[in-house]
């Protein structure tokens, strides 16, 4: 499916702040962008990096007063997610390099303290896949959702002690937990096509016999149609604005509709006809 998505971002800037901005995704597993648009208001010098997870960051400092950020983009996403179950457990001495540091704990996932919750919720689970599902359909079951119930310090063992929160707080449990039986996991965030209610949305994925699988706590069943912006450890890695002074968020807006192909065809198809008719640059590199 291909899918229009994107937010807009109001700030007001008490004086002059640097930001890094994490809102571009790009094409990979699972999706393709087709088109982007990123305006920043007022205008400013933007540099571009690839941190240490791949992400697209972008650097930019706002001055001092109103401050917007508006990106949206169609992207082809996958219909449906990977599933295996069975897939059995990849061994630590196996791991690639690079997967490695998603088995230990950080900031807000204390892998090292939940242990016995995760031998708990997979004791009759089969080593790898089958954890990782089990530990997915535990917190979707005995986690409720809701807005308000946590902050920006609230960490895994914090919502498997109060047993509710939010995308985030879902997410940061089920690495927890997955990790604690060393099954790298790490942090994904971006964008659900249908989310209910509508907002910037956080999931899981889990390595198991040698890949990365999706998994979804706020989901009752796998979907697709997701568009990934960023990886990272948990929330302290993925952050769509990490900001270095007094700024304040005002507003946010968050969208992802579907494409209407056939129309976007129609549209193409006359476009096309107009060119021929007055005489095209195509035209004109047919005939060299």
């Known amino acids: 499916m291909q899918l229009n998505a994107g937010c807009e971002l109001s700030f007001e800037a008490q004086e002059l702040t640097p930001l890094i901005l994490m809102l571009r995704p790009r094409s990979g597993a699972g999706q393709w962008i087709i088109r982007e648009e990123y305006q920043i208001t007022p205008i400013v010098n933007v540099t571009e990096f690839t941190d240490m997870y791949g992400n697209l960051c972008q650097r930019v400092v706002a001055p001092e007063g109103p401050f917007s950020i508006y990106f949206s983009a169609t992207v082809q996403t996958a219909d449906e997610i990977d599933v295996s179950p069975g897939a059995p457990y990849t061994p630590v001495e196996e791991l690639p390099d690079d997967v490695l540091h998603y088995t230990l704990p950080s900031r807000y996932c204390q892998s090292d303290q939940l242990g016995k919750l ?35 310090s609230t960490s895994a063992v914090d919502t498997a002690d109060k047993r509710i929160g939010v995308c985030r707080d879902f997410t940061h449990l089920g690495i927890t937990l997955c990790r604690a039986l060393n099954i790298p996991a790490r942090m994904v965030v971006g964008y659900l096509y249908e989310l209910d209610p509508m907002d910037l949305h956080a999931w899981f994925e889990a390595y198991v016999d040698g890949r990365w699988f999706t998994f979804d706590a706020t989901q009752n069943q796998p979907r697709g149609n997701r568009i990934t912006v960023a990886y990272g450890r948990d929330a302290a890695d993925v952050a769509f604005t990490t900001q270095f002074g007094a700024m304040t968020l005002n507003n946010m807006k968050v969208w992802v509709d579907a494409v209407d192909i056939d129309n976007e065809e129609k549209k193409v198809d006359k476009d096309a006809t107009l060119s021929a008719s007055v005489g095209s640059t195509s035209q004109t590199g047919t005939s060299q």
């Open 118 to 152: 995760a031998v708990e919720i997979t004791k009759n689970s089969a080593p790898g896949y089958d954890q990782a599902e089990a530990i997915r359909r535990w917190i979707h079951e005995n986690v409720v959702y809701q807005y308000g119930t946590s902050d920006a």
